[in-house]
């Protein structure tokens, strides 16, 4: 086993930028998230957490 541990990283962020599609959430651009911040901002807020933490939930389901 490699010590230290391989770390693989991917930009996976949502809209034309989420590199993981097959079983996972689709999600929408980050600048949809930032427009809705413009127009309410406890709404914004709202969205990117619930978005951030499927995001991580998911990735997290299919790593250590």
Avoid: C, I, K, Y
Avoid at 24 to 32: A, E, I
Avoid at 35 to 52: H, V
């Amino acid at each position: 086993m490699r010590s230290p541990a391989l770390l693989v990283a991917v930009d996976h962020e949502g809209g034309r930028v989420q590199r993981f599609r097959d079983g996972f959430t689709r999600l929408p651009p980050l600048r949809t998230l930032g427009r809705r911040f413009d127009e309410d901002r406890r709404e914004g807020l709202s969205l990117a957490q619930s978005a951030g933490w499927l995001m991580a939930a998911e990735l997290r389901a299919v790593g250590r």
